[in-house]
Nanobody, 128 residues
């Protein structure tokens, strides 16, 4: 059974940091890219970061570039999203998702339909 489990969300003040984790199981980690999306109340789900398990390449939406960093621990089959200099507008439910690496153009802008598997989401709230 494929599972993606996010953790690490919470409440933080503006300017603070959080690190989200996405633990993957049930599939060959190296065959999939990981996308991080977020959805704020009343807004569309937005792709913010991309990580390729095959070559460790990353890509970021302009809204988070320079503040968010994706990394992985291939032994643990876990991908991390380090979020620094958080802003109130970063408040959202954050989801990790997985897409087969064979799909073209998985990077920014991330397309929700390209991603087959989704975690349950973790809430990030940034107070001003």
């Amino acid at each position: 059974e494929v599972q993606l489990v996010e953790s690490g969300g919470g409440l933080v003040q503006a300017g603070g940091s959080l690190r989200l984790s996405c633990a993957a199981s049930g599939f060959t980690f190296e065959d999939y890219a990981i996308g991080w999306f977020r959805q704020a109340p009343g807004k569309e789900r937005e792709g913010v970061a991309y990580f390729s398990s095959s070559d460790d390449s990353t890509d970021y939406a302009d809204s988070v570039k320079g503040r968010f960093t994706v990394s992985s621990d291939n032994v643990k089959n876990t991908v991390y999203l380090q979020m620094n200099s958080l802003k109130p507008e970063d408040t959202a439910v954050y989801y990790c998702s997985a897409a087969l690496e064979t799909v073209e153009n998985l990077g920014v802008p991330l397309k929700r339909d390209d991603y087959d598997y989704w975690g349950q989401g973790t809430q990030v709230t940034v107070s001003s």
